[in-house]
């Protein structure tokens, strides 16, 4: 991808880069429930190519961005109906309570209306908006990626990973558009500085009851995907207070959510040993 990118005019390359980055931040958005933020991004999109000594740019302003969207959504209908099909109708229904609590009013009423003229089922349903998708379109597309990364109604896993993909996805399509050295770029934090923070946050012992990868559960992984967020944004050493409150709140929200899990286990019947079950004999029919 890089030799791809170091053929292209720079200003291609810078542009593509930003597009990514605010596309994936524009789901993010979305999934924190951030609606100022994800109007921002929406509107910075649109004016981005008019800010002083930009290059003509001879597509849709939006087209690239709803494409980098749909990727995700792409991957997210891959990784669903892999557990069985995904009708169209939960899609368009997920979207549509993104729509009306988090996206812009101006473009709100006719995104709503474009949901409802989905096909039903499983046919072939575009999310682009064709040749020249505007503002409008990107707003569907984000809300159904947002929905599908959000868990889709309990079909995807690990909402504390998928979001971590998107931050990394969204910080490399940045250094791309800077052209940044590559030894300069946060793009991805390894397990020791996420564990490192953990046992910054309480204490050596505490961040050593995390197992090795191959022995890690879902909430273990969470745990170091919240972990590993913070720190492609926020250096340890400038984490405040307030943050480290934040993290622990989360880290806690996760663990809960871990042991209500295990508790909601059904016991399995145990039939004590040597003890004979009677079958139930069925009473005589009167003639």
């Known amino acids: 991808m890089s030799d791809v990118m170091g053929q292209l005019p720079r200003p291609i390359v810078e542009r593509m880069g930003r597009m990514s980055g605010m596309a994936m931040r524009a789901i993010i958005a979305l999934i924190d429930e951030e609606p100022d933020t994800f109007a921002a991004l929406v509107e910075r999109i649109g004016t981005w190519d008019d800010d002083p000594g ?11 961005p709803i494409k980098e969207v749909l990727r995700i959504v792409n991957d997210c209908f891959t990784a669903i109906e892999e557990r069985g099909p995904l009708p169209n109708e ?33 046919e072939p349903m575009d999310l682009s908006g064709g040749e020249g998708g505007g503002p409008v379109d990107f707003v569907i597309a ?34 791309m558009a800077t052209g940044a050295p590559e030894r300069e770029q946060v ?5 020791d500085d996420a564990l490192a923070l953990l046992a910054d946050l309480y204490d050596e012992d505490y961040a050593r ?5 191959r022995q890690r559960g879902p909430w273990e992984w969470d745990m170091l995907a919240v972990l590993k967020t913070h720190l492609l944004e926020t250096p340890a050493d400038a984490t405040t207070p307030e943050q480290r409150e934040e993290l ?27 003890k004979r079950v009677q079958p139930k004999r069925r009473p005589k029919r009167k003639r």
């Open 142 to 175: 984000a809300a159904a990626g947002a929905w599908l990364c959000g868990g889709a109604g309990g079909r995807m896993a690990t909402l504390e990973n998928i979001r971590l993909m998107l931050l990394q996805q969204a910080r490399q399509a940045e250094s």
């Open 90 to 122: 939960a899609v368009a229904e997920g979207a549509r309570g993104i729509v009306e609590r988090l996206t812009p009013e101006e473009y709100r009423a006719q995104a709503l209306a474009r949901l409802t003229e989905f096909p039903p089922g499983r």
């Open 248 to 274: 622990k709140t989360k880290l806690l929200t996760i663990l809960q959510a871990a042991a209500a899990t295990q508790t909601r286990r059904p016991k399995p019947t145990v039939r004590p040993v040597g």
């Open 54 to 64: 930009r290059a003509p740019y001879p597509m849709a302003r939006y087209e690239f």
């Open 187 to 191: 793009n991805k934090i390894s397990d």
């Open 209 to 213: 009851l995390i197992p090795g990868p």
